[in-house]
């Protein structure tokens, strides 16, 4: 009876194995991240500074924040946070891309 008991568990060890190894090999992506400074010039807001993840849209310094943030939402990045910056009327955003929250 053990030997029955063994060879089942190895059969199943066994046959358990690929899914194991096929699972290992596609993890998910990781989120990606970003902040970024938009400025007031005048009487628009331009992007003053922006820090992102590999991947990212590039968003060029002196951009229309505007376009920044259209171009960030549209490439799958949320905005998580928001502060406004009041010395110097700068808005800060915080944004991640988590391929899970779809």
Partial sequence: ??????????????????????????SPPLPSAGVMRCSL??????????????????IPVSSSCGQALADLTNAGF????????????SLVYTLINSPDSD
């Fill in 78 to 89: 949320e905005i998580k946070d928001t502060q406004f910056e009041q010395n110097s009327l």
């Fill in 1 to 26: 009876m053990k030997r029955i008991g063994a060879m089942l568990v190895s059969i199943f060890l066994l046959m358990l194995a690929p899914n194991l190894q096929s699972e290992a090999k596609h």
């Fill in 41 to 58: 010039n005048g009487s628009t807001y331009i992007v003053t500074a922006a820090s992102l993840s590999t991947g990212a849209p590039s």
